[in-house]
């Protein structure tokens, strides 16, 4: 148990799944926010690029209107009409018929252009009234004296522009107009006064009505004293249902500004005239962040059908990664069910791929090695089969009987009962069944008879001796293993020896083993024939090793390899045969 | 087979959960574009582009229809007087299903059946001007015209000795604004001064009428010195008559509203002061009034746009100048 794992239930492919899951989220989660950020603030750098733009646009508009009005102002200053007509000494008919052309003037210009509503010349003293309107129904000249246009400019040199207002020049009309007068002051011979081109108010009011500064932004203009020259809402500003910064903006000449709070957050830009009106645009962030809901809406939309497609992805190349998997688990549980006849199919070079191919490689050695067990088991049965044939041979059976016979008949009744006991204990040992492991002392027992029996049998032809440690007396051995390496020695080396040669059995401990031999002193092989001896695994025409072999491979299958038979032998010398197996003794198996 | 239902659970899980965000996705972004602008039906008196005070209040409806971001659809009769044709707009208008009606009624009573079925229909009803018989409409926008009627006495008290006879002409008798006007003027005149009350007299909203009523007080009664008339024609009529009997140093005459006419006047010295309302904030009041009601937030059921004194001394100044000579293209 290491710690709480919610994942650990599940299969790879949901791991990787939920990770693939998990990064795209993060990563379309923050491409899409940057997408958003990015944008949202190029519109608003876009937008107010574009508010300070269009009120550059206006500021040159109505400077454009303003210097046009000034121009024709000077214009009409310098005309000779009205200089004429100025001349203290002129005579009045010359007077009235200057008035008459100078008013012609007037009305010529004035119905040339449409932004100019009336130009009129007032004088300061007389109180004479000339305008482009030759006989117009004037107010009482007080009230037109009354009005800024005149007052203020009575005494500079410099040009009046008033704010917007309604001009009261004619009876009964009431004009909205921007006025710009210029006073002529008086000389020696001519008379001063107050020249007067009221700008149709119309001009401003459109130009500043079509302004779209998103659906609720709109343009003012206020004038240096803080009068509004236009303005929308020019009744909810005087009635304080709406306020706009105007101590602020006038403080600022050119730039912009946020304030107000919360959902009354505007934005004023600032542009000011040459002549220091100041057109003013109010847009509201929250529209700018209307537009951003826009870009909003926008980048998320991009962003789900993003993660829809890497989640659909992320599915199948999950399920694709871990298909390999699942089929190498599924012949894996297959394996496990005893089926090793399977092979994994996965065509991939990747480690799922080297895995699969390892398992094959795996698999097909537990095959062979399970083959090789069966194999193995059925050469033991036979072998022990065959080791049991050995013992038995009839051949030997009726030679030694043929000899009882014959020592029956000469008489000698004593040697008659040697062998006979000693035939039957050989047979009842061999034919005992019971374990395949034995005592040595057991196997000495059996050899002794059987040499007893062969003794009397070639009489004088051998002799034998058994010098065995009697400490490995009770160890265990591999019943009848000896015989047929005896028999060798009797057959092979003392038969066709002509002398009587000796046989010597020998038994000691060597480290953990036990090495038994048998020595005889018979004719022998040469060295490389004694070599070659176990690997006859037929037996040779003479019949010459069966049993031995049979003995050797009896030995290997039971302990190993490393034990088993030796064979020594020089022609002529005789015959070292050793026995190795391990050391077991009886407490062992018990 | 326990493994492989984990399996579709978890993609089918996973597939829920993406359906679900793109389904609330494309319900944000379907919501904001089919989330239509805010309409509302806008029915004045009279559609008549000579009047002036209709005009006004159009501008107001207008600028505030940009402001607060809603669709203004304006049915009106040609003639203020024409309550039937009204009655059949705003039944047309039901029709329509707008968020809100914005409505100055012609008539005091025979609109309320149909305001009725304006607010059985579920829509907004907002009464502009002139209001409605109960006070069906959630909210009234316009003049506070009893207090409008106080200010054409307040101003006389300063203008006419105590003990003068101040005359009272108003314009019908059945209508709530007439009346309440009336009752306005009369509480200060009897609550000020020993003044000798006459009328009030009512015109019917006729020039000749209110003319013949004034011409023969000034005849008959030398002790007048003011006389009151509460609505346009009224005061033009009474200003007329003064003028024809060239009596302006004598007799001064106070007015509600203003016209072309009425501005002569007050530059000739014959009419003291014109209390007018203002019918741009009208028109913007109702509109954000309406929009703020649908969205379901409190109006108050009354809202007072306020009215102005003009005199002859301040009709130009600058905040008054919009209000008497509205810029109207």
Same mark, same amino acid.
Request: proline share 4%.
């Given at each position: 148990m290491n710690g709480w794992n919610p994942l650990r239930h599940h299969s790879i492919h949901t791991h990787i799944a939920i990770a693939f899951s998990c990064l795209i989220l993060c990563t379309t989660a923050l491409l899409s926010y940057s997408t958003y950020k990015l944008s949202s603030d190029a519109v608003t750098h876009n937008s107010l690029e574009y508010t300070s733009q269009l009120i550059e646009q206006v500021k040159v508009n109505i400077q454009t209107y303003i210097s046009n009005m000034e121009s024709i102002a000077a214009l009409a200053m310098r005309s000779n009409d009205l200089q004429r007509y100025l001349k203290q000494n002129e005579p009045a008919f010359v007077k009235l018929l200057m008035k008459k052309q100078v008013s012609q003037y007037f009305n010529s210009i004035v119905t040339s252009r449409d932004d100019i509503s009336s130009i009129l010349f007032i004088s300061d003293r007389g109180d004479e009234i000339v305008s482009n309107r030759e006989h117009a129904d004037f107010n009482s000249i007080a009230q037109i004296k009354e009005q800024d246009w005149y007052k203020k400019v009575i005494g500079t040199d410099q040009a009046y522009i008033s704010s917007s207002h309604v001009q009261r020049i004619f009876r009964d009309e009431y004009r909205w107009v921007v006025s710009i007068s210029r006073e002529l002051p008086a000389t020696d011979d001519t008379i001063g006064g107050v020249l007067l081109v009221d700008l149709n108010y119309k001009l401003i009011n459109n130009l500043c009505k079509q302004i779209e500064l998103g659906k609720r932004g709109y343009?003012?203009? #206020?004038? *240096? $004293?803080?009068?509004? #020259? =236009?303005?929308?809402?020019q009744q909810l500003v005087y009635s304080q249902l709406k306020s706009e910064q105007l101590d602020k903006v006038l403080q600022t000449w050119n730039g912009s500004m946020t304030l107000g709070e919360g959902s009354d957050k505007k934005i004023y830009t600032v542009d000011t005239t040459s002549f220091g009106w100041k057109i003013v645009s109010v847009t509201y962030p929250d529209e700018l962040v209307g537009n951003k809901r826009q870009i909003q809406y926008t980048s998320a939309l991009w962003g789900i059908l993003c993660l829809i497609a890497a989640l659909a992805i992320s599915i199948v190349l999950s399920y694709a990664l871990t298909k390999p998997l699942k089929k190498l688990e599924m012949n894996m549980k297959l394996a496990e069910r005893g089926d090793f006849d399977i092979r994994v199919e996965i065509d991939n070079t990747n480690e799922i791929g080297k895995l699969a191919r390892t398992f094959n490689i795996m698999? %097909? /050695?537990? /095959?062979?090695?399970?083959?090789? #067990? #069966?194999?193995?088991?059925?050469?033991?049965?036979? %072998?022990? +089969?065959?080791?049991?044939?050995?013992?038995?041979? *009839?051949?030997? +059976? =009726?030679? $030694? +009987?043929? %000899?009882?016979?014959?020592?029956a008949e000469m008489g000698k009744m004593e040697e008659v009962v040697d062998m006979t006991s000693a035939l039957s204990k050989l047979l009842r040992s061999t034919i005992s069944k019971g374990d395949e492991l034995i005592p040595i002392s057991v196997e000495l027992e059996h050899i002794h008879n059987y040499l007893t029996i062969q003794k009397m049998r070639y009489r004088k032809k051998f002799t034998y001796s058994i010098d065995v440690d009697e400490d490995i007396g009770n160890c265990q051995i591999l019943k009848l293993v000896l015989q047929p390496i005896v028999e060798n020695a009797i057959y092979h080396g003392m038969k066709h020896k002509p002398e009587a040669g000796h046989i010597r059995i020998t038994g000691k401990r060597v480290d953990d083993d036990i090495e038994l031999q048998v020595i005889d002193d018979g004719i022998g092989m040469d060295s490389e024939q004694a070599g070659t001896l176990l690997e006859r695994k037929v037996a040779s025409k003479s019949g010459n090793g069966v049993g031995v072999v049979n003995v050797d491979h009896r030995i290997k299958l039971n302990f190993g390899g490393a034990y088993g038979l030796r064979f020594e032998s020089e022609l002529e010398e005789g015959m070292i045969v050793t026995l190795r197996i391990p050391l077991l003794r009886l407490e062992d198996e018990a | 087979m326990r493994r492989g239902w984990t399996r579709i659970r978890l &993609?089918?899980?996973? @597939? @829920?959960?993406? &359906? !679900?965000i793109s389904w609330a996705g494309f319900s944000i972004v379907s919501h904001e574009l089919s989330s239509g602008k805010t309409t509302i039906i806008y029915v004045p008196k009279t559609i008549d582009p000579t009047i002036e005070f209709w005009q006004v209040m159009r501008q107001g409806v207008a600028s505030a229809a940009k402001e607060f971001d809603a669709e203004i659809e304006v049915m009106g009769t040609r003639a203020e007087v024409d309550v039937d044709e009204q009655i059949a707009l705003l039944q047309e208008a039901i029709k329509k299903k707008p968020k809100a009606i914005i409505l100055a009624a012609t008539d005091y009573n025979r609109i309320v059946p149909v305001a009725k079925e304006i607010v059985a229909a579920g829509i907004t009803l907002i009464t502009v001007d002139s209001g409605l018989n109960g006070g069906i409409s959630k909210s009234f926008i316009g003049t506070d015209n009893t207090d409008a009627g106080r200010r054409t006495a307040e101003i006389l008290r300063m203008h006419v000795d105590s003990h003068a006879e101040i005359a009272v002409i108003n314009f019908v008798k059945e209508s709530a604004t007439a009346m309440e006007r009336e009752s306005g003027t009369l509480e200060i005149l009897r609550r000020y001064g020993n003044y000798t009350l006459l009328g009030p007299y009512y015109s019917n909203g006729s020039v000749?009428? !209110?003319?013949? &009523? !004034?011409?023969s007080l000034l005849k008959t009664k030398p002790n007048l010195k003011a006389i009151i008339g509460l609505n346009e024609p009224t005061t033009y009529g009474i200003g007329k008559a003064i003028q024809d009997l060239k009596m302006q140093s004598q007799v001064v005459a106070v007015g509600i509203d203003s016209s072309m006419g009425e501005i002569r006047m007050l530059e000739d010295g014959v009419l003291l002061a014109t209390v007018i309302q203002k019918p741009f904030n009208m028109g913007y009041s109702a509109v954000k009034t309406a929009v703020e009601a649908i969205d379901g937030k409190r109006v108050s059921p009354r809202i007072d746009t306020g009215s102005k004194v003009i005199t002859k001394e301040n009709m130009y100044s600058s905040e008054n100048q919009k209000l008497l000579f509205p810029?109207?293209?």
């Open positions: 343009v003012f203009i #206020v004038d *240096p $004293t803080g009068d509004l #020259v =236009y303005h929308p809402q698999i %097909s /050695k537990i /095959k062979e090695l399970m083959n090789q #067990v #069966v194999e193995e088991q059925e050469m033991k049965r036979v %072998s022990e +089969l065959k080791a049991l044939q050995a013992q038995i041979q *009839p051949h030997f +059976l =009726y030679n $030694t +009987l043929d %000899s009882i016979i014959w020592m | &993609i089918s899980v996973v @597939l @829920l959960g993406v &359906i !679900a000749q009428t !209110a003319y013949d &009523i !004034a011409k810029f109207v293209e």
